[in-house]
């Protein structure tokens, strides 16, 4: 190592910062030139023509940091993670032009998962003594893997709904895992972590804050994002099978899950409500908590704030009651996931009630 680890991962958040900040205007110029924008409609939050292409500027704000300052030897995995991002930022390139079909979406979701489970052999191992199950077999463990791949990676596409959500989710999720990586000497982790944070939060700039160059992420972000944040869950449960390790997590499954809670638990309540309607489960509607608290009159900034403040809580929650068991620190992950998703359903309730009477 040329240079002290927290001065590579400091020049990974820098050099991705950078990337962004100054790609993002020229993305924006050339989208609203080609007319690649994302248009107002009856399902969307926003009222004007916005350019959607962000992901290509987070997508390149990750990945060269992340090639410059990574050995990548030392990582047998890293050139097939390159190698699905890849895959991914295509697929929602092209989603954010043309609109894909989700049926080849999804196949586009499970080959570039499958080559970093099957031929980089990055997957889960061990459930950690869930239910007295440790070591489990090669093709469960594949499949489990490929399952929780989906659902993230999806959970993200889905919760892009609001300016500065999905973004503001992936900061969180990369400081919580990117500071444990760092803490354990994980250091190319650590920088992959920073290289992601940097792009999210200059991105998150221009999303919330912007106005002449104001930019959504398109599906090529959402996608990015989800497969990096599914990488940092796999290898963070990975590395917890070992007590051994300095800054041993206990329960790493439901301490992920609690991390990743806004992403997971938004898309396992909406397709459990598309499925008690008969609806489609690709079919988009408004019933992501974002939806229920921009109808209670909260401003996508403000819904945002406390989307990701009730992740802070949980995620901190979860890390300092880590010594609970898997089971029992889950159910009060799901416990708090539910009050919160309620309680907009509940606050809208009584004021509509409010106004009948009035």
Request: hydrophobic share 55%.
């Amino acid at each position: 190592m040329l240079f002290d680890q927290r001065i590579v991962i400091l020049l990974s958040f820098i050099t991705a910062i950078i990337i962004v900040y100054t790609s993002i205007p020229t993305i924006v110029k050339v989208a609203n030139a080609k007319r690649l924008t994302d248009e107002p409609g009856k399902r969307k939050a926003h009222t004007t023509s916005v350019p959607t292409l962000g992901g290509i500027a987070i997508f390149t704000g990750i990945l060269i940091p992340f090639s410059l300052f990574t050995y990548f030897f030392r990582h047998f995995e890293f050139q097939y993670i390159i190698a699905a991002s890849l895959i991914l930022f295509f697929v929602g390139v092209k989603d954010d032009i043309l609109v894909t079909a989700p049926f080849k979406k999804m196949m586009g979701q499970i080959t570039a998962s499958l080559i970093i489970i099957v031929l980089g052999d990055f997957r889960f191992t061990s459930l950690h003594g869930f239910y007295g199950i440790y070591h489990i077999p090669y093709w469960a463990s594949v499949s489990l893997t490929l399952f929780v791949f989906l659902a993230i990676i999806n959970g993200f596409n889905l919760i892009d709904g609001i300016d500065g959500l999905a973004s503001g989710v992936g900061i969180v999720a990369s400081v919580f895992f990117g500071t444990w990586f760092f803490l354990t000497g994980t250091t190319a982790y650590a920088i992959l972590s920073a290289a992601v944070i940097g792009s999210l939060v200059t991105f998150f700039g221009f999303n919330v804050f912007g106005r002449k160059n104001k930019i959504f992420m398109g599906d090529t972000g959402s996608l990015i994002i989800g497969l990096f944040m599914a990488v940092f869950a796999v290898k963070f449960n990975e590395m917890n099978t070992d007590p051994n390790i300095p800054y041993f997590i206990h329960a790493a499954p439901a301490v992920s899950f609690g991390i990743l809670i806004v992403p997971l638990f938004d898309t396992l309540r909406v397709m459990i409500i598309r499925i008690i309607k008969r609806r489609s489960l690709f079919k988009p509607d408004k019933n992501h908590v974002h939806h229920k608290l921009l109808s209670m009159g909260f401003s996508h900034f403000h819904s945002t704030l406390l989307i990701l403040f009730v992740n802070i809580i949980i995620g901190l929650t979860v890390i300092f009651l880590n010594h609970w068991g898997i089971i029992d620190l889950g159910m009060l992950i799901f416990i708090m996931a539910i009050v919160f998703s309620i309680l907009p359903e509940i606050v809208f309730f009584i004021k509509h009630n409010r106004l009948l009477r009035q």
